[in-house]
């Protein structure tokens, strides 16, 4: 099932209306199922990946799921049409995610029932999760809020829930059995913005395995929800009720695109990068601790150039320049970086607390290859400062009204996208049966994503997840020894 394009440029077929343009690119888009997305570009494979149990025999997983029931809010709810940003636009992705639980004082018997009540509970103040995805009479998404609810399905599974192993390592094939999808859909019009699993396990521990539209929130959004669901379950009033206007990042009128945006430009691909990629590709995860972390931000500003960075800029430049150092791309092959960056404090006035959308905006940096990879790591972290610096007000606006005009997607030729889930708090859920064992996303990263996640009891320890044609993953390997 085809994505919506990542790299179509302004109008992909000049003549069509915008909304039989986007009609196309939702009816190519039913790869969407397998998860080849835009910001969390996690990828599913079909391979069978048995999982090893504690006595080093294999063990396939096997899901019993039962027959999908619908979640309505527990209130009657506002009725019509929902608005969604053009940042929300851009991301109508579908992001999976597992919560893994199991409490030493009591056991999973009351998970479902808990957890379901709590979602119809929390529904009222979220409600277009319980509304269908449709097409507006300008060709952009937005909900119908219709209010028939959440699907919601109850699976056993034939192990305990450490035999799942180590979820920091996304395994698609294991953990995809955890999240349910829906059958037969043939794009994200026929996915409901939200899709919950309970899996109880014969240890009395569950997951819960979510499956949501990007365009309904970002990783922010999409942490506030779970943690209003599980204070919910628990009884209690929400910490951070959600502010639904997402009309106060309209574009403006008329739209003012004031930057290049160099994040939807195409690159000429010089290197073959194409054919660098039917190699085998493999997958890895690197784990940085406080003190590979430091030693980084030590290196980057020993040269005098920089005065100081943060954690995420170091490790973003030192793993831009890793990536492009094993590729062995061609030295004037120019190279994009791609990053998210939180603007809920940057629009002004700020976008109020508790924002029930997408108010992440995409960021960039561009490089020759050979210019990248020859000057010092502080050159690579001042060009990652600079992106982060450029994304103001202004900035933000213009890329909102540049989509207004243009439709355009980012393009991901030549480009690395780091998508971070580090600074993500979903490791505090609690539904009442304790905060998760562990928690993170489905599937490995598409081969322009690498994936930082916050790892270890302090959250201090980042793993960056990639994957790569298998020899540039052995010169990568070796770079990360530091």
């Not at 619908?70 to 009725?79: C, Q, R, S």
């Not at 940096?365 to 400062?385: I, R, Y």
Request: charged letters at 20%; glycine letters at 6%; a negative charge.
């Amino acid at each position: 099932m085809p994505t919506l394009p990542t790299n179509c440029p302004h109008n992909p077929i000049p003549f069509l209306s915008p909304t039989l343009d986007l009609l196309i690119a939702l009816d190519l888009s039913r790869v969407l199922i397998q998860l080849k997305t835009l910001i969390n570009c996690f990828y599913l494979t079909e391979e069978l990946h048995p999982m090893e149990n504690g006595s080093g025999k294999k063990l396939e997983l096997s899901v019993e799921q039962g027959k999908p029931t619908l979640v309505p809010p527990a209130e009657v709810t506002e009725k019509g049409l929902y608005f969604l940003s053009n940042l929300d636009q851009n991301i109508a992705v579908i992001i999976r995610t597992i919560y893994c639980f199991k409490s030493e004082l009591k056991g999973n018997e009351r998970a479902v029932e808990v957890i379901k009540a709590a979602l119809s509970k929390v529904l009222v103040h979220y409600y277009p999760l319980a509304g269908r995805l449709t097409i507006s009479a300008e060709g952009k998404l937005i909900v119908d809020c219709t209010g028939e609810g959440a699907v919601f399905v109850e699976a056993e599974a034939n192990c305990t829930i450490e035999e799942i192993g180590d979820n920091t390592k996304p395994d698609p094939v294991t953990l995809g059995k955890l999240v349910y999808d829906i059958p037969g859909a043939k794009n994200i019009l026929e996915i409901p913005p939200l899709v919950a699993q309970v899996t109880k396990f014969k240890c009395g521990g569950f997951v819960l395995g979510l499956c949501m539209n990007h365009c309904m929130f970002d990783g922010l959004g999409a942490m506030e929800f779970v943690n209003s669901w599980s204070e919910t379950a628990r009884g209690l009033p929400l910490n951070l009720p959600p502010f639904l206007d997402r009309t106060i990042l309209k574009a403006r009128n008329p739209p003012n695109s004031e930057f290049l945006h160099h994040e939807f430009a195409e690159i000429e691909d010089i290197s073959n990068i194409s054919d660098l990629y039917k190699e085998e590709m493999l997958y890895r995860s690197f784990c940085f601790d406080p003190e590979k972390l430091e030693k980084l931000k030590t290196t980057a500003t020993k040269d005098g150039l920089l005065e100081k960075c943060t954690t995420f800029e170091a490790l973003s430049a030192f793993v831009w320049r890793a990536r492009t150092r094993a590729l062995n791309l061609n030295p004037g092959q120019l190279t994009k970086l791609l990053f998210a960056v939180d603007g809920r404090t940057r629009f002004d006035p700020p976008i109020p607390k508790g924002y029930f959308g997408n108010g992440i905006v995409l960021t960039n940096s561009l490089s020759p290859a050979g210019e990248l990879v020859e000057n010092p790591l502080s050159s690579a972290v001042k060009k990652v400062q600079e992106a982060v610096k450029m994304v103001t007000d202004s900035y933000m606006r213009s890329a909102i009204d540049y989509f207004e005009v243009t439709r355009a997607r980012p393009s991901l030729t030549a480009t690395l996208l780091i998508t971070t889930w580090s600074r993500l708090s979903f490791h505090t859920t609690d539904f009442g049966w304790g905060e998760p064992l562990l928690s993170g996303p489905v599937a490995l990263p598409e081969k322009e994503v690498i994936l930082f996640l916050s790892h270890g009891k302090e959250r201090k320890t980042i793993n960056v997840l990639l994957g790569l044609p298998a020899p540039a993953m052995e010169v990568f390997q070796e770079l990360m020894e530091i």
